[in-house]
């Protein structure tokens, strides 16, 4: 089994900043890549940003200059630096994982419960 939690979400005024963290934990032999996406009420599920192991970095237009994914390898965590926030950025931020299981080396997507983040004054 393998487990993401995510952290790090809340209410925020419009400009203001948030960071979230998701540890991966449980039967992990390696994580490929990792990323955050978010849903909106009402919308479909959408990539924020994603970052392989080796650290190249993809982002989503809408957040590019005000986003920033990092990772630590070596305990297996992705962050999500949130700045200059806007109102259109409050959605469920999900945390995705690409794992390689331990012994069996069999590779999938994991995914977080989510994390709710508010922009509003």
């Known amino acids: 089994q393998v487990q993401l939690v995510e952290s790090g979400g809340g209410l925020v005024q419009p400009g203001g900043s948030l960071r979230l963290s998701c540890a991966a934990s449980?039967?992990?032999?390696?994580?490929?890549?990792m990323g955050w996406y978010r849903q909106a009420p009402g919308k479909q599920r959408e990539l924020v940003a994603t970052i392989t192991s080796g650290g190249s970095t993809n982002y989503a237009d809408s957040v590019k200059g005000r986003f920033t994914i990092s990772r630590d390898n070596a305990k297996n965590t992705v962050y999500l630096q949130m700045n200059s926030l806007k109102p259109e950025d409050t959605a469920v931020y999900v945390c995705?994982?690409?794992?390689?299981?331990?012994?069996?080396?069999?590779?999938?997507?994991?995914w977080g419960q989510g994390t709710q983040v508010t922009v509003s004054s």
């Open positions: 995705n994982a690409n794992v390689v299981r331990k012994w069996t080396y069999n590779e999938y997507d994991c």
């Open positions: 449980g039967s992990i032999f390696s994580i490929n890549a």
